[in-house]
């Protein structure tokens, strides 16, 4: 069993690289900004302010999540509906980070995130799993790159998506939700001590993918049997 933690702002390419990695080493990616957004989603549905913590709280116990993976690729159920890319618009990511500010929140979808990577060997990404979620993983990495290089994948990504977005609108979105995500109280978006800061700006997928490649190899035992 591995367990590899992933951490760092939007747009530094944590899905796609974990997904690559994954696929290469034959364990499990997880993709922990999907549940809160899927909390989002909820939210949103039922028209209450993301902010509103009592609000929100109040609604969890109506909610239930699950998480199964086919072909590598992770659904998560909404009560018993798979959202697919419907948690993917810049929308549901205010929804997501705002609601992911609130305790209650993090409480509800902590002991999903741990029961997976009980169950698994498992590359997790997200902002705290390095810190709260999974504090003794075998290898940490904090994944970043320049705003204005994170903003442009993000960009890209919405556009081949066919959505309509502005390029300004991007960046503005992504650093207001990384100033929220990083200076909230309750687990904030932090490298965590033990973690290995991996800038990738001028780094493509392949070379990123290879680049933690090489962290596993040298700080694990997992090519070892
Ligand atoms: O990784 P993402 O963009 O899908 O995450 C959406 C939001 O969820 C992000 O703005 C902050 C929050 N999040 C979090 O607080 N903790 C995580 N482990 C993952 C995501």
Redesign the pocket.
Known sequence: MIQIAIDGP?GAG??TISKGVAAKLGIVYV???????TVGYYVRNKEIDPHDRDAVGAILPEISIEVAYVDGAQHVFLNGEDLGDKIRTPEM?MY??AV?AIPSV?AFLLETQKEIARKNSVIM?????GTV?LPNADLKVYLTASAECRAKRRYDELIAKGQSVRFEDVLREMNE?DT??STREI?P?QAAEDAILLDNTGLNLEESIDAIIALVREKTDFFAN
């Open positions: 939007g944590k899905s993709d922990t900004g999907a549940l809160y957004r990511s997501a980070s992911s993090r990404d997200g902002r705290d799993i979620i939700r929220q995500d687990a978006a």
